[in-house]
């Protein structure tokens, strides 16, 4: 059990590490505290990427169960979206670890914000994994189509690189990218130590709740239609 925590931190830590490097010293970026920077955004776009990859498959690999019980199909999302969410703290440990060890990191308690970000994305995951996941059990080459669209929203937002960096008029991508403002409200308190400004926090909440509320309604619709499906 001690050494499967280990693993679980070291694959994530050695990633961090060779992609820090080629970054910050072979590209020579010349963003402040890079490897922060760039440790934070892609550490929490991998918990988004993580959860929508395996939401396509959470009622066809649980297909045997839902014929058998009568279990409510939410069960599923939430177990699904809960895993990751484990998978990710573990691999948040590694980022502060590297952080504090290379003094790149300060703890303070606008770091408490972040946390704040994590549930609001969580039912923001929510609810995208409810309608990915009813999707998939109707059209079933969804699951091939989720990663190719999760590598676009890679690239389109400010991970590898700031907003700063792209002409201004592709900015409004940036602005249409819900990703963009959990990743800011995620990342800022980790980098400068301050809370994201309160107009990202409120478009978070909102496209939180949104995403939430169509989830659980198409739950709700597809309860008993689920099952003469798969």
């Known amino acids: 059990s001690y050494l499967g925590f280990i693993w679980t931190l070291l694959a994530p830590m050695l990633h961090y590490i060779v992609m820090g490097l080629v970054f910050t010293m072979i590209l020579k970026s010349t963003v402040e505290n890079y490897f922060i920077y760039y440790f934070s955004g892609a550490l929490f776009f991998s918990l988004v990427s993580s959860v929508l990859t395996r939401a396509p498959g959470l009622f066809l690999v649980n297909e045997h169960f839902i014929k058998k019980v009568a279990v409510p199909k939410l069960t599923f999302v939430l177990n699904g979206v809960a895993y990751e969410f484990v998978t990710f703290l573990l691999s948040g440990a590694a980022l502060v670890f590297l952080g504090l060890i290379s003094g790149k990191m300060i703890l303070s308690l606008s770091i408490f914000s972040s946390f704040t970000t994590l549930v609001m994305v969580f039912f923001f995951l929510m609810g995208l994994s409810c309608g990915v996941s009813i999707a998939t059990v109707y059209f079933r080459d969804l699951s091939h189509i989720i990663p190719v669209i999760l590598q676009a929203l890679f690239f389109i937002t400010p991970i590898i690189y700031t907003i700063d960096m792209a002409p201004p008029r592709f900015h409004f991508l940036f602005e249409m ?40 309604a198409l739950i709700q619709k597809f309860e008993n239609r689920i099952v003469f499906k798969l």
């Open 177 to 216: 990218n819900p990703l963009y403002y959990f990743v800011e409200c995620f990342r800022l308190p980790i980098l400068t130590g301050h809370s994201a400004p309160l107009n990202f926090h409120l478009i978070c909440f909102g496209i939180s709740a949104l995403s939430l509320a169509l989830g659980f």
